[in-house]
């Protein structure tokens, strides 16, 4: 075993300790970009703040993102405690601060998974990391979900099609799930270990989000054997793109328009099609919710296809995120429920006769993916089918998904 010094393992634990209590009464920003602004401070040496080298930020990082990953557990304990229990519980390597901080928890150590470290301590529970159960989604394993948050999900790759030769043979860190999707530990640096082009050759995309986009297609006439209809496709949230550069490379589209209301993620979008080789498609800010902005920028276009990605709790990506554990609040689901239908009724006045509606989430929760399907089905759209991808256990996302058909 090697060795850390033990004022540099106390140091660790006092910045760790400090900007986790500033992020506890501030909050309003990603973990990853508080940490980012933080780091941003010490990147030199001689001004009012002292240098942080990289080992120094991978442990301050691991020290803050662990202590999130534990949720509502050992709350009857100190925040140093906690800190530490999931610290020890999360990271594959924790024996060098264990050993200096808390030598008499070394035996949980030797355990080689994260529930068993956990369990090695007499009051832990699993259900205190994720509270919510009561409120899942039908098909979501309670337990399995919130222990999916001990380690850092891992990071998914999808192949675009005509690549595949790009990748016959793989270097250890990265496996083959499929065809067209590989698998790599998080935080890797693909530019390091995949001798191709991200964008042009592969795009990083999770398992689910992958997954759900086959499944539609198998639902779509479009993925049945002789069709040669040419799609007319809304994206009506469409982010950074993933969704719609899936369908640029499997579905025969006569036109493409993707949309949100954020103007900085579709300059990400269009920089993504553009890697990629898209130029036929429409982009343009709208929010979905007011009809009469989007009736200007759509007229009286309409849509084979519409997806609707819809703003949600990301619950299904809270294991990339897990400060949300602490933040969220039940009650915050109403809102987004409410925000849910107002976007899909506004949408769904642009399908044609016989279009398809596929309402999708990255939630976990009920209320944001069944009751919203429900109150779909009351706005005269045929169910066609759904699916909910729990991507836990392969250690990716959660998607749940909802097809309907115009009469």
Same mark, same amino acid.
């Given at each position: 075993m090697s060795h850390l010094p033990s004022t540099l393992v106390h140091s660790y634990l006092r910045k760790a300790i400090e900007w986790v209590q500033e992020y506890l009464s501030t909050g309003g920003v990603p973990l990853h970009l508080f940490l980012k602004n933080k780091f941003r401070r010490h990147v030199s040496s001689g001004g009012h703040f002292p240098q942080l080298g990289s080992r120094d930020r991978r442990y301050i990082s691991a020290l803050?993102?662990?202590?999130?990953?534990?949720?509502?557990?050992?709350?009857?304990?100190?925040?140093?405690?906690?800190?530490?229990?999931? +610290?020890?519980? /999360?990271?594959?390597?924790?024996?060098?601060?264990?050993?200096?901080?808390?030598?008499?928890?070394?035996?949980?150590?030797? +355990?080689?998974?994260?529930?068993?470290?956990?369990?090695? +301590?007499?009051d832990f529970r699993a259900e205190d990391i994720f509270p919510w159960a009561s409120e899942l989604s039908a098909g979501v394993d309670a337990q399995a979900y919130a222990v999916s948050y001990l380690r850092q999900p891992n990071v998914f790759i999808r192949i675009r099609s005509g690549h595949e030769d790009k990748f016959a043979v793989l270097p250890d860190p990265i496996a083959r799930m499929g065809r067209h999707t590989l698998v790599a530990p998080a935080a890797i640096d693909l530019r390091r270990w995949l001798h191709a082009r991200e964008g042009v050759d592969y795009v990083v995309q999770d398992w689910a989000?992958?997954?759900?986009?086959?499944?539609?297609? &198998?639902?779509?006439?479009a993925g049945k054997a002789g069709s040669s209809h040419l799609w007319t496709v809304?994206? /009506?949230?469409?982010?950074?793109?993933?969704?719609?550069?899936?369908?640029?490379?499997?579905?025969?589209?006569q036109q493409l328009v993707v949309t949100d209301i954020r103007a900085s993620i579709l300059t990400n979008l269009r920089q993504r099609f553009r890697l990629a080789g898209i130029r036929k498609y429409r982009s343009a800010v709208? &929010?979905?919710?007011?009809?009469?902005?989007?009736?200007?920028?759509?007229?009286?276009?309409?849509?084979?296809?519409?997806?609707?990605?819809?703003?949600?709790?990301?619950?299904?990506?809270?294991?990339?995120?897990?400060?949300?554990?602490?933040? +969220?609040?039940?009650?915050?689901?109403?809102?987004?429920?409410?925000?849910?239908?107002?976007?899909?009724?506004?949408?769904?006045?642009?399908?044609?006769?016989?279009?398809?509606?596929?309402?999708?989430?990255?939630?976990?929760?009920?209320?944001?993916?069944?009751?919203?399907?429900?109150?779909?089905?009351?706005?005269?759209?045929?169910?066609?089918?759904?699916?909910?991808?729990?991507?836990y256990p392969a250690g990716g996302d959660s998607m749940f998904m909802a097809l309907f058909r115009a009469s």
């Open positions: 803050l993102y662990d202590y999130f990953r534990l949720g509502k557990s050992f709350s009857g304990r100190s925040l140093e405690d906690r800190m530490l229990i999931s +610290f020890l519980i /999360c990271e594959q390597e924790p024996a060098l601060l264990i050993q200096e901080l808390r030598p008499e928890w070394l035996p949980a150590v030797a +355990f080689a998974s994260p529930l068993e470290r956990a369990a090695w +301590f007499a989000s992958q997954q759900v986009m086959e499944w539609l297609l &198998d639902e779509l006439p809304w994206d /009506c949230c469409a982010g950074s793109g993933g969704k719609s550069l899936f369908l640029a490379d499997h579905l025969p589209m709208i &929010d979905v919710t007011q009809a009469e902005a989007t009736d200007k920028i759509l007229g009286s276009k309409r849509f084979d296809l519409i997806i609707a990605d819809v703003p949600c709790s990301g619950s299904g990506t809270w294991a990339r995120t897990p400060e949300q554990l602490h933040f +969220f609040t039940p009650e915050q689901l109403q809102d987004f429920h409410n925000r849910q239908i107002s976007i899909v009724k506004q949408a769904c006045r642009y399908l044609r006769p016989g279009g398809y509606l596929a309402y999708i989430t990255c939630s976990v929760f009920r209320q944001e993916n069944e009751d919203v399907a429900d109150e779909i089905r009351q706005m005269g759209l045929t169910y066609v089918n759904g699916i909910l991808i729990t991507g």
